[in-house]
């Protein structure tokens, strides 16, 4: 009597070989269809991990600048105000209790800056002179690139300081030499350049005289057109509503209040919208790598019906086949996810390094994509390996 | 009774009786047509006929990798019609050998990991099968090709390395489909003169060549003709 003939078994180390002769020998075709998933899996984790990454530097940014400065101005229109605001409002802010500092801006609309006395009047290149008081870049929190900021020794004086962008439109990179711009009709030496302003970047594109040098030197009629108010951030709220009263008592109407860092914080809501696009693109891009992984599937099993044959001959059963074939799909794609991660993490960190941030990519973001490559292999693979499986061995070893 | 069974003398190795198999069809093709026939375990038989004779679906019947219409078909002691599909994958991974005539070894694989196939579907680890695979390349006089990648060796090695594969579980019959069919007139007589010496060791043999000439120089010559025995030059045992 015979003995009971043990089933065939193909160990897992085996079945992993398996998965992988058909990769090792047509190396090419599977560097290209995993290809797909990628660049679908590298889209989505350099997403994340940008938009963690900004999200981060932006959080570090409302940190720094603080969140608990307001911005007045006065509305400008037929009927809805002059775009002014009251001369005595800056003292009458500064009395309100929460609040810390408050600084004012007022425009010169009799003077423009131009790089020298030779620029054409009309060619202003949309920058604004203001005049600032000296604590108006504490206020904002700002710093300078170069030089410093108009203070009480200069205030008397005809000195500008330049906004970044203001600097860049005139093409003064260096304060190492003696620089003066040609501001109304004077010299002004210029003595500062800013960094740019997050909360303000208005101010960018100003040039800043001190209200002295503005009274006496343009001949300027001041009155503020912009307040910023620094208070206590238990009490922005209250503040923020007693300011149009206290700003201008007569028409509370016509002043329009702020809160600069709700520019950030939309800022950053706008590009988590672009962030969920770009994620659908990913995912998108991944499912045609998903698509391109099944059809490659397919042509190898078709391909592959010799190998079938004599697979079933030495002793494979239909799941053996399958579960090759599975594999294979699922290796594909795991390389893809793998080599799609490393590339999102390599943009990431380019791009943050090239914008300054701290590169952050999501735990999260990092299994999602092996796993979202491991579910696509493993839905493209199932057909495949479906179909080798149902290859009769009789056929495939008579196809060649 | 259970499929594990054996219904026929141990000492056959192969055994058909009345084995029909017919392919659907208007009107249906029948490849075998009451096929009768014992080989013996030790034996050494060549299968002939020309091309559409039925040899090919003999040997796939045989071979269980088809299922006969009717009759019955022991191997290696099992009624193969009393065993389900993955008792029929477990007899082949243990009892029967295949050599092709297009040799099917897998590309990129070395010598020895396409003869250390042979017994991959048995479960047995890598590093025992290579090493039986070592002793049966030795057997085909391939010892010193191992580690060359098999689909670059010439024609008649590649077939070497086929017939180590199917000799490497020691199985109780080796098939042959057109050994020589693929190969230049040395190489195929050398690789039959393998086979006779593997069969000398003992191997059960079947192979089956349209090539009346080859046949002639086995012991045994069993012809086919429209899926019937046309003549059998021997009886076993």
Request: aromatic residues 4%.
């Amino acid at each position: 009597m015979n003995a009971p003939i043990p089933p065939s078994r193909l160990t897992s180390a085996d079945a992993l070989r398996a998965a992988g002769v058909g990769l090792r020998t047509r190396r090419l075709r599977s560097i290209l269809s995993a290809l797909g998933i990628v660049i679908g899996i590298g889209a989505m984790v350099a997403v994340l991990g940008l938009s963690e990454s900004s999200k981060s530097d932006l959080l570090s940014q409302l940190d720094e600048l603080g969140t608990n400065m307001l911005q007045a101005t006065g509305t400008a229109g037929i009927g809805i105000g002059s775009g002014e605001l009251p001369e005595e409002s800056p003292a009458m802010v500064g009395r309100i209790g929460p609040v810390e500092t408050v600084t004012s801006v007022s425009e010169v609309p009799t003077a423009n800056v131009y790089r020298n006395d030779f620029i054409p009047a009309g060619q202003s290149g949309g920058l604004t002179v203001y005049a600032a008081m000296p604590n108006l870049l504490e206020t904002l929190q700002g710093s300078m690139a170069q030089g410093v900021f108009l203070d009480q020794a200069s205030a008397d004086y005809p000195v500008a300081v330049l906004g970044s962008v203001t600097a860049e439109r005139l093409g003064i990179r260096s304060l190492e030499v003696p620089t003066r711009v040609w501001l109304g009709d004077e010299w002004f030496p210029v003595v500062g350049i800013m960094d740019s302003l997050a909360l303000s970047p208005d101010l960018d594109r100003a040039a800043l005289v001190s209200t002295t040098a503005a009274a006496d030197y343009l001949g300027a009629d001041l009155v503020p057109t912009k307040l910023y108010v620094r208070a206590n951030p238990a009490d922005i709220g209250d503040v923020r509503n007693v300011l149009p009263a206290t700003v201008n008592p007569e028409n509370p109407d016509q002043v329009e209040v702020t809160r600069p860092s709700d520019a950030l914080e939309a800022r950053e809501a706008a590009e988590s919208a672009l962030t969920s696009l770009f994620l659908g693109l990913g995912a998108v891009a991944l499912l045609v790598g998903g698509v391109g992984i099944a059809n490659v599937m397919v042509i190898s099993v078709l391909e592959r019906r010799g190998e079938i044959g004599l697979r079933r001959a030495l002793g494979a059963t239909k799941r053996h086949i399958s579960v090759q074939f599975l594999g294979e799909s699922l290796m594909l794609s795991f390389i893809g996810g793998v080599g799609g991660v490393v590339l999102g993490a390599l943009i990431t960190a380019g791009y943050a390094v090239l914008r300054d941030w701290d590169i952050l990519i999501p735990a999260a973001a990092i299994v999602g994509g092996i796993v979202a490559s491991l579910v696509i292999g493993a839905v493209a693979g199932l057909y495949p390996a479906r179909r080798a499986a149902s290859v009769s061995p009789t056929e495939a070893l008579r196809a060649l | 009774m259970t499929a594990a069974e054996p219904s026929v003398r141990p000492t056959i190795a192969l055994g058909m009786r009345n084995v029909v198999k017919e392919y659907a069809g208007e009107p249906p093709v029948r490849a075998l047509d009451g096929i009768s026939l014992d080989v013996a375990a030790g034996e050494i038989v060549a299968i002939v006929g020309p091309s559409g004779s039925g040899k090919s679906t003999l040997l796939h019947v045989v071979g269980t990798l088809d299922r006969a219409t009717s009759g019955s078909v022991h191997v290696a002691g099992y009624d193969v019609n009393a065993l389900n599909d993955k008792a029929l994958s477990a007899l082949r991974s243990r009892h029967i050998g295949f050599v092709f005539q297009q040799f099917f070894l897998l590309a990129g694989e070395t010598a020895l990991d396409n003869v250390a196939d042979g017994m991959l579907y048995t479960g047995m680890p890598l590093a025992e099968r290579r090493q039986l695979a070592t002793a049966a390349l030795d057997k085909v006089g391939l010892a010193d090709r191992s580690t060359h990648i098999a689909t670059k060796l010439s024609g008649g090695e590649r077939q070497r390395v086929a017939i180590a594969r199917a000799l490497i579980g020691d199985p109780q019959i080796v098939l042959a489909d057109e050994p020589t069919g693929n190969l230049d007139s040395k190489s195929g007589a050398s690789i039959l003169a393998l086979m006779k010496e593997l069969n000398d060791e003992g191997t059960t043999i079947v192979v089956i060549t349209h090539d009346r000439l080859m046949a002639r120089e086995f012991p045994r010559e069993v012809t086919i003709l429209d899926g019937r025995v046309e003549r059998d030059s021997g009886t076993p045992l």
